[in-house]
Nanobody, 124 residues
Framework: QVQLVESGGGLVQAGGSLRLSCAASGRSFSPYNMGWFRQAPGEERKFVAAISWGGGTANYADSVKGRFTISRDNAKNTVYLQMNSLKPEDTAVYYC?????????????????WGQGTQVTVSS
């Protein structure tokens, strides 16, 4: 089992920045590819970004390319999501997830473990 706990969410004005963190515990963190997803009220959960187990490759949704950056520190068992130039449409609950296989896949069904989520609210 891998336990994931997100933090860093909050309320920010449009154009501002936030950095989300996801701390992993339990099994060794490093073999897992990690992803961030988000879910707005009334919408399905959507892919945001993913990073390979070694951190060498990353994948982003078109809606966040150039604004968000995913990174990881395997020594700290933590994955990050730096969010810049935030927009009101980025408002959602953000979840991190861990996938043993599938690379930095955008498919939610390929992820084995999920955190509880952290709320991000961007005001206009």
């Amino acid at each position: 089992q891998v336990q994931l706990v997100e933090s860093g969410g909050g309320l920010v004005q449009a154009g501002g920045s936030l950095r989300l963190s996801c701390a992993a515990s339990g099994r060794s963190f490093s073999p897992y590819n990690m992803g961030w997803f988000r879910q707005a009220p009334g919408e399905e959960r959507k892919f945001v970004a993913a990073i390979s187990w070694g951190g060498g490759t990353a994948n982003y949704a078109d809606s966040v390319k150039g604004r968000f950056t995913i990174s990881r520190d395997n020594a700290k068992n933590t994955v990050y999501l730096q969010m810049n130039s935030l927009k009101p449409e980025d408002t959602a609950v953000y979840y991190c997830a861990a996938a043993k296989y599938g690379g930095n896949t955008p498919l939610a069904g390929r992820y084995d473990y999920w955190g509880q989520g952290t709320q991000v609210t961007v005001s206009s």
